[in-house]
């Protein structure tokens, strides 16, 4: 199984423990990116990964490129130009005060790229899957296109599609999101969003309260509109900032299937999202069953909270281990 995933990678720098920007004198540096967390946790999963990005010609760009294959992505198809690697600023949150995240993205080699940068046709040669998220096409017109681009040639070969929406309020707005995102949904088969976004970015909602037969409404709706093959919801629940609750939600126009519910007391909560997305493009390639695949994706989410950094570093056994219920938290001897 080959998949592709194309957008950005970032240097995530974060203050040591949980101090805040303000007080840090120093700074753990990983990298992190939606499109390349997915591409990490599907390698991990033995997959053949391939991640495609445009990073500048440097040495952090050297040592982003080293950590991906370190845990087994293919960046042979990564392309180099632009001065900068795009950062972002991480403050762990504890207790009642949020985690923040400042960007520092603007200008970067990626965001500056366009479609006439990659070579989609030469790209997606023999792949059977292609991801994008909407935090790609966010950071510019030219990335929107290469991204278009992208999703034309993968349909032309008949590859699927799948996009996570990612809505980020500080990327840009609701209207132009609605804008840029619908024609590239129309291109795609399965799509990974949650409740709120389908209503902050498309006013897809329903009228009923909080329930299941409300996220299946919403659900239908997405389908109808855009002609997906499948729908995914990932929820999320939050005690406070160290410990939140999640599960999931898929439909694929005949069946509706629930995840259990996760609570987790997190270690990073960064990359959870892409944990889930990745989880659900395995099941629905291995041909899970719609039950299977909404409880592989929600337990390879739960795992991601215990994780440092913004890569699931967790195998496929273990996320069927979690999803058949082994979550006793004893020591494996």
């Not at 329903?206 to 109808?224: G, I, N, V």
Request: glycine share 8%; proline share 2%; charged share 25%.
């Amino acid at each position: 199984m080959r998949v592709v995933t194309f957008g950005e990678i970032m240097l995530r720098l974060s203050p040591f423990g949980f101090k805040r920007l303000e007080q840090a004198d120093g700074f753990e540096a990983v990298y992190g990116g939606a499109e390349a967390n997915v591409a990490v946790s599907l390698a991990r999963f033995g997959y053949d990964s391939v991640f495609v990005t445009r990073l500048p010609q440097n040495d952090l760009a050297k040592a982003c490129k080293a950590n991906l294959q370190k845990w087994g992505v293919d960046t042979s198809k990564i392309v180099f130009g632009g001065d900068r690697l795009g950062v972002y600023y991480m403050e762990k949150g504890a207790s009642q005060r949020p985690s923040n995240v400042i960007y520092d993205r603007a200008g970067s080699a990626f965001a500056l790229s366009g479609a006439n940068d990659y070579d989609f046709e030469k790209i997606l040669d023999g792949a059977d899957w292609f991801h994008f998220t909407g935090i790609t096409p966010a950071l510019g017109d030219k990335v929107a296109q290469a991204v278009h681009e992208a999703c034309k040639v993968a349909r032309k070969k008949g590859i699927t599609i799948s996009c996570d929406l990612n809505y980020r309020s500080k990327l840009w707005t609701k209207d132009k999101a609605a804008a840029v995102m619908a024609p590239l949904l129309e291109l795609t088969d399965v799509c990974i969003a949650n409740e709120s976004q389908a209503e902050e970015v498309f006013s897809i909602g329903s009228e009923l309260p909080e329930c299941a037969e409300r996220s299946r409404e919403t659900a239908q709706k997405l389908l109808d509109r855009f002609k997906f093959k499948v729908v995914a919801f990932t929820e999320r629940r939050t005690i406070n900032a160290n410990r939140n609750k999640i599960f999931g939600l898929i439909f694929n126009g005949k069946e509706f299937a629930h995840s259990r519910e996760y609570t987790m007391d997190m270690v990073d909560r960064v990359g959870g999202g892409d944990a889930f997305a990745a989880g659900m493009i395995y099941a629905l390639s291995q041909k899970y069953t719609p039950s299977d695949c909404i409880n592989f994706a929600g337990a390879a989410s739960a795992l991601k909270h215990s994780v440092e950094g913004d890569f699931n570093i967790v195998s496929a056994e273990e996320v069927r281990r979690l999803m058949k219920g082994g979550e006793n938290g004893r020591v494996q001897r």
